[in-house]
């Protein structure tokens, strides 16, 4: 039985799921916008989403808002403001709130970037990808090199010097000179994050299906280290396997979900893990995915697709998938906090993991090494439950 006794910081995460068109590396839950976006139905049914799951953390502050995609960008100011003032409305949001929203380079969004932050968001995600034209042509990108600068720069000139820039690397036939170049580019426009990832060929798009040449796996290795070290020298703090932040910039909402804090989901698809002290559980729920689907349910009131309890070796290969991305790792007092069990329960896979080099632990604190971080797949499946034969 669990003995949950905290309840966690709580976060909100709000999708929109249209794009202007589907990137052939995406597996997210976002839809090409064949047609006008129905803003107003949409930002209508998002608000009575929220009203539905208020009873579940009614009293509870909110310490960050993400609203991700899709293409959130899409969406007017007027209507991202009648949403901000709903959220307003009916949640405690902390005087200091960070809200994150994801935009594209697209010039028509960075027009918008200005109101954007009248309407209350203090906190970009663009999602840049590369600097690079032939790259962004082969990852099926609407923006150029261009565009890309010139994101980064309106974000300046609005005001909103607290953004992050989205890189990949490992890209199809990209070196280690383009990678590099890619990355010093980024870092002249001086965000204050920069999320730099690896290209991964997911099931269920159009690269996975039609897989393109990458890098092999040591050149892709020999750029992830350099850039690294090339962030690090530029001032930028490696804080989780793929952030990169100045400063006190490191996201606020991504890093509630490593340190296994509760977030509310609204939107289409969108998912909630929430703990209930009194029930003594911690939970997830979904929503319906379907855009279309999802604004009919608006009419029956019912969001919901779906909900489970998480049982104790759900909630150890949860904690541990999110916690062990942060370089600096957790206090093992942390585990027992937000999982109700304790940390003793998974003491077979730590030694494990410690012999093979990947973890270093004690009765305090716990962080994954520089090899546990390179192989952390290899570190996570010590944690998945065997299944019963």
Same mark, same amino acid.
């Given at each position: 039985?669990?003995?949950?006794?905290?309840?966690? !910081?709580?976060?909100?995460?709000?999708?929109? !799921?249209?794009?202007?068109?589907?990137?052939?590396?995406?597996?997210?839950?976002?839809?090409?916008?064949?047609?006008?976006? !129905?803003?107003?139905?949409?930002?209508?049914?998002?608000?009575?989403?929220?009203?539905?799951?208020?009873?579940?953390?009614?009293?509870?502050?909110?310490?960050?808002?993400?609203?991700?995609?899709?293409?959130?960008?899409?969406?007017?100011?007027?209507?991202?403001?009648?949403?901000?003032?709903?959220?307003?409305?009916?949640?405690?949001?902390?005087?200091?709130?960070?809200?994150?929203?994801?935009?594209?380079?697209?010039?028509?969004?960075?027009?918008?970037?200005?109101?954007?932050?009248?309407?209350?968001?203090?906190?970009?995600?663009?999602?840049?990808?590369?600097?690079?034209?032939?790259?962004?042509?082969?990852?099926?990108?609407?923006?150029?090199?261009?565009?890309?600068?010139?994101?980064?720069?309106?974000?300046?000139?609005?005001?909103?010097?607290?953004?992050?820039?989205?890189?990949?690397?490992?890209?199809?036939?990209?070196?280690?000179?383009?990678?590099?170049?890619?990355?010093?580019?980024?870092?002249?426009?001086?965000?204050?994050?920069?999320?730099?990832?690896?290209?991964?060929?997911?099931?269920?798009?159009?690269?996975?299906?039609?897989?393109?040449?990458? !890098?092999?796996?040591?050149?892709?290795?020999?750029?992830?280290?350099?850039?690294?070290?090339?962030?690090?020298?530029?001032?930028?703090?490696?804080?989780?396997?793929?952030?990169?932040?100045?400063?006190?910039?490191?996201?606020?909402?991504?890093?509630?979900?490593?340190?296994?804090?509760?977030?509310?989901?609204?939107?289409?698809?969108?998912?909630?893990?929430?703990?209930?002290?009194?029930?003594?559980?911690?939970?997830?729920?979904?929503?319906?995915?379907?855009?279309?689907?999802?604004?009919?349910?608006?009419?029956?009131?019912?969001?919901?697709?779906?909900?489970?309890?998480?049982?104790?070796?759900?909630?150890?290969?949860?904690?541990?998938?999110?916690?062990?991305?942060?370089?600096?790792?957790?206090?093992?007092?942390?585990?027992?906090?937000?999982?109700?069990?304790?940390?003793?329960?998974?003491?077979?896979?730590?030694?494990?993991?410690?012999?093979?080099?990947?973890?270093?632990?004690?009765?305090?604190?716990?962080?994954?090494?520089?090899?546990?971080?390179?192989?952390?797949?290899?570190?996570?499946?010590?944690?998945?439950?065997?299944?019963?034969?």
């Amino acid at each position: 039985m669990l003995q949950v006794t905290t309840q966690p !910081p709580l976060a909100l995460y709000v999708h929109f !799921p249209w794009c202007v068109r589907k990137c052939p590396y995406c597996d997210f839950n976002s839809h090409e916008a064949r047609e006008a976006v !129905p803003e107003r139905d949409y930002v209508d049914a998002l608000i009575g989403d929220l009203e539905q799951d208020l009873p579940r953390v009614w009293g509870r502050s909110v310490t960050a808002v993400f609203m991700g995609g899709g293409t959130p960008s899409l969406f007017s100011p007027e209507s991202i403001e009648r949403l901000m003032a709903a959220l307003r409305a009916r949640l405690a949001l902390r005087p200091d709130i960070e809200v994150t929203l994801e935009a594209n380079p697209g010039t028509v969004e960075q027009a918008k970037f200005a109101e954007f932050r009248a309407a209350g968001i203090n906190r970009l995600s663009i999602g840049a990808q590369s600097f690079n034209d032939d790259s962004l042509a082969r990852l099926g990108r609407i923006h150029g090199r261009r565009e890309a600068l010139r994101a980064a720069e309106s974000a300046h000139d609005a005001g909103l010097a607290n953004f992050n820039l989205d890189l990949m690397f490992a890209l199809p036939e990209q070196d280690l000179h383009s990678a590099l170049e890619d990355l010093r580019t980024a870092m002249d426009l001086e965000p204050a994050h920069i999320s730099h990832y690896q290209l991964t060929i997911e099931p269920n798009t159009l690269f996975h299906a039609r897989p393109p040449s990458l !890098p092999h796996d040591d050149l892709a290795w020999e750029i992830q280290t350099q850039c690294q070290q090339l962030l690090q020298e530029r001032g930028y703090t490696y804080y989780e396997v793929s952030a990169f932040a100045r400063g006190d910039r490191q996201c606020r909402h991504n890093l509630n979900y490593w340190r296994f804090g509760d977030y509310l989901g609204i939107g289409a698809g969108a998912h909630s893990k929430l703990t209930d002290v009194n029930r003594n559980s911690v939970s997830r729920t979904w929503k319906v995915k379907n855009p279309r689907d999802y604004l009919q349910a608006a009419r029956g009131g019912n969001f919901t697709a779906g909900e489970r309890s998480l049982q104790r070796d759900d909630l150890a290969l949860e904690f541990m998938m999110n916690a062990l991305r942060l370089t600096e790792g957790f206090e093992t007092a942390l585990f027992a906090e937000r999982c109700g069990i304790p940390i003793a329960t998974v003491q077979a896979q730590l030694e494990q993991a410690e012999q093979r080099g990947w973890i270093q632990w004690d009765t305090q604190h716990l962080a994954p090494t520089a090899d546990g971080l390179r192989f952390l797949n290899a570190l996570l499946e010590l944690f998945v439950p065997e299944i019963p034969t």
